[in-house]
């Protein structure tokens, strides 16, 4: 499966949810998760990513490793989003700023 990380929080671009072939994504308020048992593994969510925040799970940088569960977790409870939208107003603040896991509004 591949995995959302930190970066995504707050910044939520959405980029990579219309590429998806299998509707894999789910939305919280602040983060997209991807859902490990229906990602088909194509990687082609992963250039569409402004803030390169998806990787495939055997892939994930050692600091990342917690997201693989709460990916997993967050998709059963969040809804599905197949659509991209705008993303929040200040998602440019928040690009590059690393360590946002307290932020993740669940
Ligand atoms: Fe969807 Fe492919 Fe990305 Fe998995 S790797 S979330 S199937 S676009
Ligand atoms: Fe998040 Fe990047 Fe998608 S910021 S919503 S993983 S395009």
Known sequence: TFVVTDSCIKCKYTDCVPVCPVDAFYEGENFLVIHPDICIDCGLCVPECP????????????????????????????????ELKAPPEDAEEWTGVVNKLPLLVK
């Open 51 to 82: 803030v390169e925040a998806i990787f495939q799970d055997s892939h994930l940088p050692e600091s990342q490793q917690h997201y693989l569960q709460l990916n997993a977790e967050l998709a059963e409870v969040w809804p599905n989003i197949i």
